[in-house]
C-alpha cells in the first residue's frame, strides 16, 4: 500500500511504450528471479515499431505493468511446482489501432476461475492465499489506467490455461 501512496510527478510525459513495457517486465521478471532462482519463463516479445512516443505518467504505467507481470510470474510460478514439465511464457505485445494503442500481456499459467474474473478489479479482492497479497494492485491499476491515463482495461481468463490483460490508450491525451 505504501508503493502505490508514493506520488511521482503526476505530470504526463512522452515516452516509447515499448521500451517502458520492456524494461517494466524485465524488472518484474528478474525480480522474482532473485527469490526464486529456479523459476524460468520465456518472455515473447511483439511490438509494434509503428507506435510514436505517447502521453503517459510513466512511473504510474510502469506500476500496473509490473502489478500484471508479478501476477502473471505468481500464476506461472504455481503452475510450474504443480507441473514439473510446464513451459511458463509470457506474452507481451504492443499494437496501434487508429488513435489507440492496445498493449496485451498474456500467461499461460492457472488462470483465474470464471466466477472470479468479474470481481478482479475490486479493491482487496485477491485470488492468491492469505498473505500473499492485499488485493488493492488489479484496483489500483484499474483506476490509472480508466481514471489518469482515459484508457480501458479488460480481462480475459479461462482456468488453468490463460490469462490476458488487455489495456487501451489514447494516443493523445
Known amino acids: 500500500m505504501l508503493q502505490h501512496s ?3 510527478s503526476g505530470e504526463k510525459e512522452l515516452v516509447d511504450l515499448n521500451q517502458l513495457l ?3 517486465v524485465n524488472l518484474a521478471y528478474h525480480g522474482v528471479r532473485a527469490t526464486h532462482k529456479e523459476f524460468q519463463c ?3 516479445e511483439q511490438f509494434d515499431t509503428n507506435i510514436p512516443p ?3 505518467i510513466p512511473q504510474d504505467l510502469s506500476r500496473v505493468i509490473l502489478n500484471i507481470a508479478n501476477n502473471a510470474f505468481y500464476a506461472l510460478r504455481e503452475k510450474s511446482i504443480s507441473q514439473p514439465a510446464f513451459k511458463s511464457e509470457l506474452q507481451i505485445s504492443t499494437s496501434l489501432l487508429d488513435q489507440q494503442v492496445s498493449i496485451s500481456i498474456k500467461d499461460n499459467g ?3 476461475p470464471k466466477e472470479k474474473v468479474d470481481k ?3 479493491p482487496f479482492f485477491t485470488t492468491k492465499p492469505s498473505g500473499q497479497g492485499t488485493g488493492l494492485g488489479l484496483s489500483m ?3 490509472i489506467i480508466t481514471k489518469s491515463h482515459q484508457g480501458t482495461i479488460e480481462i480475459q481468463s479461462k482456468e488453468n490455461e490463460f490469462t490476458e490483460f488487455i489495456i487501451h490508450l ?3 491525451t
Do not use: H, M, W
Open 170 to 172: 489514447p494516443l493523445t
Open 22 to 24: 520492456f524494461e517494466s
Open 120 to 122: 478482479i478489479f475490486q
Open 54 to 56: 505517447i502521453k503517459v
Open 110 to 112: 492457472t488462470g483465474i
Open 42 to 44: 520465456a518472455l515473447v
Open 141 to 143: 491499476s484499474y483506476d
Open 6 to 8: 508514493r506520488e511521482g
